[in-house]
């Protein structure tokens, strides 16, 4: 089976590397890698964010590890050259609609949150962020209007069809954990919402074993903070579930911890940290490389059918964490390659 290695900018090749020692150290055999450019280094070395060449690799692998894009250098460029672009456009190429965003407080990190070790500690949730679609992919623009002021524009919507697919790997999720739904919307104001909830309560019809609740977006970022312990999976658009999951990841302790799968309609992934490539603390060590070796877990399970050992990695985290492996996002003073080398001490 073939994966796609796909590091990008900031501190994607620094957490990558040590993805790619965990993974080299379970010795599966049958695993070939190739790696391929994306993002602001793709852009400086072909002259675009997700070259030919990139897209092509990511269409022929079984499976997709990304570390990171962006770049403040390339923020000047008109949007379509941006490194942001490699990801949207993986997204859409492939049409990855479901992105799952597990939050979990690792017993020894409740201290590391945010929030009261009490109500940390009770989070254990799992954002379902529907991926394709949203004010992400409408039309867009600047343009005068007709005083002479400048305007951008950004249109939300979705169809019925994209919000069917992705209430249906929610209610599947559910099923497989706690069996809770929370659909997160703000159909107190917009219509894409009230058309998302709408077809959410069509689409729990199929599955009378889950319990279905619905939350406005600006309670749901309080209640995350309140009582996070009382969600099971949230289903929500790309917008709202792109903040609400930096906005758990606090939660659990920091966003060097968590991990997403990206999926399409068969299985086929691509895993990524949910943060970025932090551009602040680039090429010093200082980042976290967990969130990006539990991506490696993620695939493992999700698309390369491998969940022994996925297994072996999320327990070595977590043995890493008992034993004290901490970065600075986590009041600790390792380095990324310390946290790799505990990680790596922990999987032997
Ligand atoms: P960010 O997630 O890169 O960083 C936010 C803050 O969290 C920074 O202070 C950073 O140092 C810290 N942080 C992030 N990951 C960390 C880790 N593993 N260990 C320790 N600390 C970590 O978000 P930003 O600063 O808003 O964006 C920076 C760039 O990344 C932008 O160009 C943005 O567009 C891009 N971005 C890319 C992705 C992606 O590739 N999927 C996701 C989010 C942001
Ligand atoms: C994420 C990121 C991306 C998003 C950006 C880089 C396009 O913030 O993966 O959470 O908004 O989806
Ligand atoms: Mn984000």
Redesign the pocket.
């Known amino acids: 089976m073939l994966v796609a290695l796909f590091a ?1 900018d ?2 994607g090749p620094e ?1 990558m590397v040590e993805a790619r020692r965990v993974l080299d150290a379970l010795e599966l055999d049958d695993l070939r890698y190739e790696e391929g450019l994306v993002g602001g280094a793709a852009y400086k070395a072909k002259g675009h964010p997700l070259p030919p060449e990139t897209l092509d690799l990511a269409q022929r692998a079984d499976a997709i590890l990304f570390g ?5 250098d390339c923020d000047g460029l008109e949007r379509h050259l941006r ?2 672009q490699a ?1 949207l456009g993986l997204r859409k190429a492939l049409t990855l609609f479901s992105n799952l965003r597990p939050a979990k407080v690792f017993p020894e990190l409740a201290d590391a949150s945010a929030l009261k070790p009490e109500v940390a500690s009770a989070i254990d949730l799992l954002i379902v962020r529907e991926l394709n679609g949203d004010v992400y992919f409408g039309e867009k623009g600047m343009r005068t209007t007709a005083d002479g002021l400048r305007e951008g524009y950004d249109v939300m919507s979705y169809n019925e069809a994209e919000v069917r697919r992705i209430a249906h790997s929610a209610f599947k999720a559910a099923q497989a954990r706690r069996g809770k739904l929370c659909s997160v919307d703000k159909a107190n104001v917009l219509e894409t919402s009230q058309l998302w909830r709408d077809v959410v309560i069509e689409v729990s019809a199929d599955y009378p074993d889950v319990e279905l609740s619905h939350m406005y977006v600006d309670n749901a970022a309080m209640q995350l903070v309140r009582n996070p312990g009382q969600f099971d999976v949230i289903v929500t658009g790309n917008l709202f579930g792109d903040i609400l999951s930096d906005q758990a990841s606090m939660c659990v302790g ?3 911890m968590l991990a997403s799968a990206s999926l399409d309609a068969n299985g086929k992934g691509l895993y ?10 680039a090429g010093q060590g ?4 967990m ?1 990006m070796i539990l991506s490696a877990a993620m695939m493992l399970r999700f698309s390369l059918g491998k969940a022994e050992a996925a297994d072996r990695i999320e327990a070595a985290v977590a043995k890493a964490l008992s034993q004290g492996a901490r ?1 600075a ?1 986590l009041g600790g003073s390792m380095i990324t390659r310390e946290i790799g080398d505990a990680v790596l001490a922990a999987l032997a």
Not at 272 to 281: Q, R, T, Y
Not at 286 to 289: E, R, T
């Open positions: 990008g900031g501190i957490i990171a894009v962006g770049d403040f490194p942001e990801i920091s966003i060097g990524e940290p949910i943060h970025g490539s932090a551009p602040d603390i200082k980042a976290n490389p969130a970065g996002d």
